[in-house]
Each structure stands twice: as C-alpha cells, then as structure tokens.
C-alpha cells in the first residue's frame, strides 16, 4: 500500500528506486500529481526538468545536481510552473533531528559555536560499484548529508577549508570540510568511504550541547548536555554503533524521554513534508529550501576542485 496521498511516479532503478516504489507506489508518469527522480546522478538534471515541464512536482534524489546553475535553472523553472521542486535529503525530516534543530532555534543552547557531525563507514568497489563512477564518489553521495544540516542549522558559509582523499581513479572517497558561516559559527563535517566515522552530530553552544547519537542517517536519540560537557571519546563512540549497545540505549532513552522513534520508514516524513508542501501550492519546502540546495553543490563543487 502507498505511503504517500500523492500519485507518485518513480524514475530509475536500483535499491532507491525499489524503496519509494514500495513506499509510494509507481503509476504511469501520464498520471502523476509527482514524479520521484531516483535514476544516476548524471541524469537528475535532465530527468527533473522533464517532469517539471510537462507539470509534475519533482521530488529529486541528492545530489539534486552536480553544478550550481542546474539547481538555478529548476529552481527557476519550478517557480515559473508554481510546482514544488525539492531535493530528498531525509535527515533534516526524522523525529530526532527536527526535533535538535527545534531546539536550536528555540535558542535552548544559546549561540551556537561549533557542530560537528560525520558520515562514513567502509564500502567496496565490487559491492557498490555505482559509488565509483565519474559523478558519484563520497562528496555526492555523502556530505551533502552533513552539509544540509550545517547549512540549516548555522545558516550560509562565508567559508571553507577541505582535505578531499581519492582512489586512484581520481574519485573521492573521503574528506574532511571546515565551514566558517556567515554568523561566525563553526563546522566540522567529514564522510568517508574508507573508514567508520562516528556517524553522529554534535552541537555545541553557550549554554549547552546537543547530541544525536549514531547512525545520523536514522538517528532517533538526542541528548541535551550543559556546556563543556566532555565530548565522547573515540572508542566510546564507536561501541554506541554496536547493534546490541544501540538497542540498550534506545531503551534507556524511551525511560528518559530521549527517544524520538523514526515510525516506520526513515523516508516517510520526508514524503509526508513534500506531499503537504504539493498540497498546500508550495514551490520549495522551508527547510530544503532552493538556496541552500543551490549552496550544498557549490560546496560539494568547490570540495572536488581541490
């Protein structure tokens, strides 16, 4: 049965396509209020202005694109239509983590100097070879994770610094990105192909710290902390990725009101904000907004250049 009150269409193929075919349904593109762009990355652009031209509101896979003019030009051309166009960055949308960056905005940890967060654990060339094709690599397909949630939660960055690591094929599989925003906050984000990062984020303030414990792409535990709580070293970390330790855990935090259950498939909220954005004539989601859509691959831009 679908998930979602929209006649979704879904394009491509491969374990994404299958998932939202399962949780939304697939009818024939002719009868589609929306269309989810879930084929290569190369071909998102093309497949995403397609839809939008011929009148469908375009949920697309990150990266949205791979050069900040095509976000530009469907940004504009969703506006043009009066059709919600986003990107499917699921994290910004799970329980937990809207529920951090409520917090945030609520001002409960003061201002915000520093977060950190990470993605990364290893993967192989023979498992996923479609990570390992030009387009793709560990900027694509993962800091656009880290890199949404900075932007959303520290707003615009004046700056960045990176160290990009790569095969040699010359595509990147991992690397380390220092943002300076706008504001004067700080980010400390890395994703990696190579290794098990903590896979968690951090969020310190003046007045206390946030924690959203591993895997950040589910994440569902959070903990508020006052400020200069000791961070959680690196073997503690890496034990709360431990299934059974996780387990334990998420029973301990259900008691203390930590626990922020994900309710399913960590894709349905995400649905259900889109949808309702379709529903309501909205042309770009207030949290995946165009601009920091637009920014996310001029960063991921930027990164690969170096």
Do not use: W
Not at 58 to 86: I, N, Q, W, Y
Not at 144 to 170: F, N, Q, S
Not at 204 to 229: D, K
């Amino acid at each position: 049965m679908s998930g979602s009150s929209l006649g979704f269409a879904v394009i491509g193929r491969g374990r994404m396509a299958a998932t939202m075919r399962a949780l939304v349904g697939d009818v024939p593109p002719d009868q589609a209020e929306a269309v989810y762009v879930a084929c290569g990355n190369a071909d998102h652009v093309r497949q995403s202005r397609l839809a939008l031209e011929a009148g469908k509101a375009v949920l697309c896979e990150k990266p949205v694109a791979l050069a900040g003019a095509d976000v530009r030009a469907l940004s504009a051309l969703a506006r043009s239509r009066g059709l919600t166009f986003m990107e499917a960055v699921a994290t910004p949308f799970l329980p937990a983590v809207a529920h951090a960056i409520a917090l945030v905005a609520e001002g409960r940890l003061g201002r915000v100097d520093r977060l950190e967060a990470s993605f990364g654990y290893p993967v192989s060339r023979d498992a996923f070879p479609r990570l390992f094709v030009p387009g793709t690599g560990v900027l694509a397909d993962r800091a656009v994770y880290p890199l949404m949630l900075a932007l959303i939660l520290l707003g615009p960055v004046a700056g960045m610094t990176c160290e990009v690591e790569r095969d040699t094929d010359g595509i990147d599989v991992a690397a380390r990105l220092s943002l300076v925003h706008g504001g004067g906050a700080r980010s400390d984000l890395s994703v990696s192909f190579v290794e098990r990062l903590s896979n968690d984020l951090r969020i310190e303030g003046e007045a206390a710290t946030l924690e959203l414990s591993p895997p950040l792409l589910s994440a569902q535990r959070l903990r508020l902390r006052p400020a200069g709580a000791p961070q959680i070293s690196r073997r503690r970390s890496a034990l709360r990725q431990n299934p059974l330790i996780r387990r334990l855990n998420d029973a301990v935090a259900r008691i203390g009101g930590d626990f922020h259950p994900l309710g399913g498939s960590l894709y349905r909220h995400e649905i259900a904000h889109f949808t309702q954005l379709v529903r309501d004539g909205q042309v770009e989601s207030p949290i995946v907004t165009h601009a920091r859509m637009e920014e996310v691959v001029r960063l991921v831009e930027e990164a690969r250049s170096r």
